[in-house]
Each structure stands twice: as C-alpha cells, then as structure tokens.
C-alpha cells in the first residue's frame, strides 16, 4: 500500500469555490502564449514582457499612464447617449447601452481630462474600445469636440488617443455627421497654432480614422495596431483574395507615409513629453 | 425611356407598369377606330390610383431601390442640365485621376430659377449607365485620388470666390487594397478639415445614395438638400445587415432601422431641404428632377452668396457643432 493515499474520490474544491477564482490575475498573450502575470503587466503598460504584444489598454489607464503623477481633472462624464433612430438589430440600441454602461462604468466609448503632461497642460481625450466597440455616436462626437474647443479656449495643446471600429450604425447619419463636427472644430486648433498630437491604438477604423484620428499635426501609432479605412473583412471581398501578411497595421502605415512615428507604449509618456518641449519651448 | 422603364422594374412597380402596359394597349385599339373612351378614361383612373398608392408609401427600403435605380439621372446628368459650358478638371497632382469623382467649373443657369447665371465648381461622384461604364467609374466609389481632386478644385474655387456645388451619389468609398495604401481614411478627413473652412458658399445635394464616410467626403457644406428618394448614411443597409445581424437577408430591416431618407433626415437636422422628385422617381421624369434640384440650388445660392466669408464659416461650423442627439447630466 502507497504511503499515501487518497480517502475521497474526485475534486474536492466545489464548483462554486473553482468558478470564484478571482478573474484576470493570469492572461495568455495572444501573439506568443506566454502566460503573463495581471500584476506584471500592471507595471509594464500592459505590453507583454516576452514578445512586447500590447493589450488593449482603456481610456483610464492612458490618462494614469500619461498625465503627470496620473493627476488629471475628467470632463462631460455625464455626457449620456439616447437613442434617437429607436434603433433595433437583433437585439435594441437601448439594451446594448445598458449593458455597455453596466460592464464599463463608463457612459459612453470616449473619456476626456485635463491635466500636466510633463508640465504642459494638456487636454486629452481618450477611446475605449469595450464600449460598443468604441464606436463614434452623437456622445463621442460631443466629447471629443468638447476637448478640441477647451484646448482652444485654454491654449492647450489637444491629445487624442484613438480606439475605435469606426461610427456608430446604431445612430445612423447622426454618427457620421460626427466625423465633420469633430474635424471641423481642429481647425481652430490650426488657426491658434496649438499642437494636436493624434495616437492611435489598436483598432482604429472607419470613421474615426477619416476624420480626427488621421488629422494630427504629428500621428503616432502603437506597434501592431490595426489601422485603416475599410475593414479587413469589406476589402478581401471585394479584391477576392487574401490581404498580404501586416496589411493595415501601424508598420504598413508609416510605410505608406501615414503615421509620423511608432512608439512603444512603455515609451509613449516620454515621447509625448519630448514633443511639446519641442514644440513649445523656444 | 418607356421601354427602358420596362426593363428596370422594381418589384414593388410591377402591377403598376403591368395596368399601364393594358392602357397603352387598349390606347392603340382605340385610335384604331375601337371606341374604347369610357373604358380608357376607369383604367386612366386606375392607374393614377395606384401610382400614388405605391409611391405615396414607400418604406425605407423602396426608397433604397429607387436611388439605386439604373435610369436614375446622375452628376452629369445634373451637370447637362443645370449649367453651360462645363470644363471638366482632372487629376490629384500627386498620383492620378479618379473618374468616380468629377469635378470642373461651370456656369450655373441661376436665371432660368430666379436667380442669376454664375460660375460655380460643380464636384459629384459620378456612376456609369453600362457595365464598362461602370467599371471605368468604379460604380462611384472614389479612391483616395478623387477625394484629392475634389479638395484641390474646391480649394482653387475658393481662391476664385466660386460657390461649389457637390453632388452626392455613392455606395461608400472604395474598400480596396491601394485605396488603403494611398490613405483613403486621411484622404476623406483632410478634406472634412479643408472644408470646414473654404470661404466660399458650399451646396451639398444628396442626388441617390450616400453612404458613409466616401459620401461625407464631398460633403460638408452650408445647405443640405436631399432628393425625396435619395438615403444618406453612415453604411449602406447591405453592410449594416452583415454586421449587425451577420447575414445580408436583413437589408430592408437595416434600412428601416438606419432611418435613411429625406423624411427621416429633416426631422434630425442632418439635411435643411427635401427636394420633392416626380411621382415614381426621379428617373421618370429627370426634367422635373433637374428643375427641382436646380430651383432648390438657386435659392440656396442666392441665400449664402449675401454673406460675408466669415460669417458662412462661422455659421457652417454651428450647424454642424448642434448635429447629434445627447443628454447631459445624471437625468
């Protein structure tokens, strides 16, 4: 007889003891498989410490990332989308907003603040991806618009961090008309020759690329972002064949002349910060 | 143009065109000396009852069709009919001309509207009538190219204090791969950027389809008009469908959901005007569409061209910053 042996059979945790570990302390990385620790990332900007993948990263924690101390002032939080089109797919536009706001806490795909970025203030406004795919409706329309005329009213310079599928269908051409508000309202920045740095993250499509996301005086992308006009999907229908291997990514963009620059994450603070010395010191 | 009719039938015009085809028929034994007057005059009646039954209602959807429809006038259609000699200009200056997008000065026949001749840069996306037309045309859907054109030409019509007129018609920007290589994304936002700003008046007329950004493109102005029968969004009904509902059988739910069309527009402030189109489309009777469209422009024109360019600038950017519906605080 072994010197051990086990009195009760099977798994002794209960199922609802195994369902309660806490979510996320692990993570795979999706490009190389390494089994990342949440903590580790935590303090590596969430870019994988072995193939430098970066995670989708919220509008949250770019403020905490880029404002001074992660000390900023958020506006128009309490910006709250309707449903104008009564719009209803397989499921309403009303439903989707509710769920979306439940699981994200936030009211809509687009966060705006103020605060210092290596002494300068800024103002900044950021996508989320996780709130309907951070797509473009009437409220992100608003924020953004806000951030461009509150750099304008302060003589800020303006960021935009970009996350986005593009305008929203479910508020029809009330989204598209978004994409002409937001780049109309840069013009003043160009009139007031104030700095409008553009980043964007993966994914930025569709109409937010065509309009604010593209107009930065200088556009910076994250490594491996998808970036692009048409969808992947839209444009290997169209041609029939297989889109080459990187087509759309920030790689392919700054080839094509698109984006200024592609900064890691990690260095993205100091990037920013080294520009508008640039800029605006003498 | 009857025959044609024939061959582009709509389903939802078939009992139409089928009472309209006995009509005819019975009109021709008449004059062969069958006297059919009485007979003539309840089917004249019939016809007339459903012809405005029919398009009197149309859902979402048929107005789709109707913009989409293969005898519907496009931009040089407009471009025969509402102005004189038109000098096409072509080409981007940086890679090549796209003809989904044309564009050139032109002297608009304001005085056949109550108001005057004067030059104008007309820029329009611009179909084809048969199969290497549209080829040729890319069924109207731009490259990055055209979106550079019509931004190079509406800034030259500014430096001339011109009025431009665009005309939209559009599936949607062309979703290819070098069309993505040469920046169709920031081709369509410097150009929501440039006119932001241009200080000449900018008259947008919506003529069929406009969808998305390729339609937004060219359109950005101080007047939106919009054919009753055009749709203007921000994706066609077939690609809403496939994303939404991951299928293409629901584009006449996406239609409806997208609230598309003239009617619908007005109510959200995204157009001013609805231009009325004839009984049955505007490819049933193109003069009374060029008339409409023409008077409608004119009156535009004539509006906008009192103003000085600072208030036009002024004035465009509140009409766009009021676009989009929100509720602020924690209502």
Same mark, same amino acid.
């Given at each position: ?15 609802? #003891? ?66 104008? *089109? ?11 907003? =509710? ?14 603040? /103020? +605060? ?24 992100? +329309?608003?924020?953004? $618009? ?27 051409? &009330? ?6 508000? /937001? ?6 920045? #160009?009139?007031?020759? &104030? ?11 569709? +109409? ?24 992947? =999907? ?8 297989? &889109? ?15 984006? %200024? ?22 | ?27 021709? *034994?008449? /004059?062969?000396?069958?006297?059919? $007057? ?7 009646? =019939? ?10 209602? *149309? ?23 509402? $102005?004189?000699?038109?000098?096409? &200009?072509?080409? %981007? =200056? ?35 009538? #048969? $199969? ?35 005309? *939209?018609?559009? !599936? +949607? ?48 102005? %101080? ?48 157009? %001013? /005007? ?11 009777? !193109? ?45």
């Amino acid at each position: 007889m072994a010197w051990f042996q086990r009195k009760k059979k099977g798994i002794l945790t209960t199922r609802n #003891d195994q369902n309660n570990i806490p979510e996320g302390h692990w993570v795979k990385c999706p490009k190389c498989a390494l089994i990342n620790n949440h903590r580790e990332l935590d303090g590596n900007a969430w870019v994988c410490v072995k193939c430098d993948y970066h995670y989708r990263f919220g509008a949250g924690r770019y403020f905490d990332l880029l404002f001074d101390n992660a000390t900023y002032t958020l506006h128009d939080a309490d910006l709250v989308p309707q449903d104008p *089109l009564s719009f209803t797919d397989r499921k309403a536009y009303a439903d989707r907003l =509710r769920t979306a706001a439940q699981e994200t806490g936030m009211n809509d795909a687009v966060r705006a603040a /103020t +605060g210092n970025v290596g002494g300068h203030p800024v103002s900044m406004a950021a996508m989320d991806f996780s709130f309907i795919g951070g797509s473009m409706g009437s409220v992100v +329309g608003e924020i953004v $618009t806000r951030a461009i005329k509150r750099a304008a009213a302060q003589q800020m310079p303006l960021i935009v961090i970009s996350q986005s599928g593009g305008a929203r269908m479910m508020e029809g051409a &009330l989204s598209l008309m978004q994409m002409a508000k /937001t780049s109309a309202n840069l013009t003043r920045l #160009d009139q007031m020759r &104030l700095p409008y740095i553009s980043v964007l993250t993966n994914p930025t499509t569709g +109409g937010v690329t065509a309009s604010f996301a593209m107009l930065g005086d200088i556009n910076i992308a994250e490594p491996g972002a998808l970036i692009g006009f048409a969808g992947p =999907r839209v444009i290997r229908e169209t041609i029939g064949q297989d &889109l080459p291997p990187g087509f759309q990514s920030a790689e392919f963009l700054q080839d094509h002349g698109f984006v %200024d620059m592609i900064v890691d994450r990690r260095q993205l603070r100091s990037r920013i910060v080294h520009l508008l010395d640039l800029i605006l010191e003498p | 143009m009857a025959k044609n009719q024939a061959a582009y039938l709509l389903d939802f015009e078939k009992p139409l065109v089928e009472l309209e085809m006995k009509l005819n028929e019975m009109r021709a *034994l008449d /004059t062969n000396g069958v006297d059919l $007057t009485q007979e003539i005059a309840e089917l004249d009646k =019939r016809v007339d009852e459903l012809r405005s039954s029919i398009y009197q209602n *149309l859902t979402r959807w048929q107005r789709v069709q109707l913009a989409r429809h293969p005898l519907r006038p496009y931009t040089l259609n407009y471009v025969e009919a509402l $102005t004189t000699g038109f000098v096409e &200009l072509r080409g %981007d =200056r940086y890679y090549a001309d796209d003809p989904a997008i044309v564009s050139g000065f032109a002297t608009f026949r304001g005085s056949n509207y109550d108001y005057i001749d004067r030059t104008v840069l007309v820029v329009g996306h611009q179909k084809g009538r #048969d $199969t290497r037309q549209r080829k040729y045309r890319r069924f109207g859907m731009p490259n990055p190219e055209g979106y550079r054109k019509a931004g190079r030409l509406m800034r030259i019509a500014a430096k001339f204090g011109k009025p431009i007129l665009c005309l *939209l018609d559009t !599936p +949607g920007a062309y979703p290819g791969m070098e069309a993505e290589e040469r920046g169709q994304a920031e081709a369509i936002a410097r150009n929501l950027f440039d006119m932001a700003c241009l200080p000449v008046p900018i008259i947008v007329v919506i003529i069929g389809e406009g969808a998305s950004g390729g339609a937004l493109g060219i359109g950005v102005g %101080d007047r939106m008009l919009m054919l009753e029968n055009a749709w203007y969004s921000v994706i066609a009904p077939e690609s809403c469908s496939s994303i939404l509902w991951r299928s293409w059988d629901y584009r006449e739910e996406a239609a409806r959901a997208l609230r598309l069309t003239a009617k619908d527009l007005k109510k959200f402030g995204v157009i %001013d /005007t609805i231009v009325p189109e004839p009984l049955g489309g505007a490819h049933r009777d !193109p003069d009374a569409a060029f008339n409409a469209v023409g008077r409608a422009a004119a009156a535009a024109m004539q509006e906008l061209c009192t103003l000085s360019p600072e208030t036009l600038i002024a004035v465009r950017h509140e009409r766009l910053d009021q676009i989009g519906k929100f509720s602020e605080g924690n209502a």
